[in-house]
T-cell receptor, first 112, second 114 residues
Framework: AQSVAQPEDQVKVAEGNPLTVKCTYS??????LFWYVQYPNRGLQFLLK??????LVKGSYGFEAEFNKSQTSFHLKKPSALVSDSALYFC??????????FGPGTRLSVLP | DTAVSQTPKYLVTQMGNDKSIKCEQN?????MYWYKQDSKKFLKIMFS???????INETVPNRFSPKSPDKAHLNLHINSLELGDSAVYFC?????????????FGPGTRLTVT
C-alpha cells in the first residue's frame, strides 16, 4: 500500500475561491507529514509540516493544512486562491522503511 | 545566495556515456539526498548521506554512484547511461537525519539520454 495518496490528479478553482488539495496517508503511529510545491521547471519548495501538536498547521504563502488522525488525512487548504498558486503540489511522509516518500502530486490550476 | 545548487542544469548525452551531476548546499546541513523525478512527475528517493556517510540506498542500479567529499557536497556519477535514465534529478538537504526536518531542494538537473 502506498504510504501517501493524493486522490486527485488535478484540481481547478477560480481565483478568490477557497482551495483544497487532498492527501491521505497509511503509516502507523504518529506520522510526520509535509507539503511541498513545485512551480514549472523549478525545484520543490517546502510549504508546511505536521509533526505534533495543533492539528491545524499554517505555512508559507497563506497555506494551511489540517491533520485528521481518524480520517488519516492531511489536506492542504487556502481561503482565497491566487493565479500564482497554480503549480504541482506534493504531500509526503516517511514510510515503514523510514524513507521519505512523496505522493503522486496534484496539479492545481487557479483560473482568473 | 542559492541554498542548494546543482550543475549542470541541463545534460544531454548519448547512451553508454558516463556523466556526473554536482550538488552543493551552503545551509550548513548535515544530510543530503538525491531524488529522481520521472516524466510523470513521480519523485523517488535514490540516496541519502549524513555527514558523508551513506544512510539510504534505494533500489538503484549500481551504475549510479553517489560521492560525498564533504557534508556540503553530494555528487552523482552515472555510468553507462541508458535511455531510461532520462529524468530530472534533484538534490536536497536537511538540517540532519531526523525525520521532522524539512528538506530544501535544488533547481534540478534535466538529463536527456539519446
Amino acid at each position: 500500500a502506498q504510504s501517501v495518496a493524493q486522490p486527485e490528479d488535478q484540481v481547478k478553482v477560480a481565483e478568490g475561491n477557497p482551495l483544497t488539495v487532498k492527501c491521505t496517508y497509511s503509516v502507523s503511529g504518529n506520522p510526520y507529514l509535509f507539503w511541498y510545491v513545485q512551480y514549472p521547471n523549478r525545484g520543490l519548495q517546502f510549504l508546511l509540516k505536521y509533526i505534533t501538536g495543533d492539528n491545524l498547521v499554517k505555512g508559507s504563502y497563506g497555506f494551511e493544512a489540517e491533520f485528521n488522525k481518524s480520517q488519516t488525512s492531511f489536506h492542504l487548504k487556502k481561503p482565497s486562491a491566487l493565479v500564482s498558486d497554480s503549480a504541482l503540489y506534493f504531500c509526503a511522509t516517511y514510510n515503514y522503511g523510514q524513507n521519505f516518500v512523496f505522493g503522486p502530486g496534484t496539479r492545481l490550476s487557479v483560473l482568473p | 545566495d542559492t541554498a542548494v545548487s546543482q550543475t549542470p542544469k541541463y545534460l544531454v548525452t548519448q547512451m553508454g556515456n558516463d556523466k556526473s551531476i554536482k550538488c552543493e548546499q551552503n545551509l550548513g546541513h548535515d544530510t543530503m539526498y538525491w531524488y529522481k523525478q520521472d516524466s510523470k512527475k513521480f519523485l523517488k528517493i535514490m540516496f541519502s548521506y549524513n555527514n558523508k556517510e551513506l544512510i539510504i540506498n534505494e533500489t538503484v542500479p549500481n551504475r549510479f554512484s553517489p560521492k560525498s567529499p564533504d557534508k556540503a557536497h553530494l555528487n552523482l556519477h552515472i555510468n553507462s547511461l541508458e535511455l531510461g535514465d532520462s529524468a530530472v534529478y534533484f538534490c536536497a538537504s536537511s538540517q540532519d537525519r531526523h525525520r521532522y526536518y524539512e528538506q530544501y531542494f535544488g533547481p534540478g538537473t534535466r538529463l536527456t539520454v539519446t
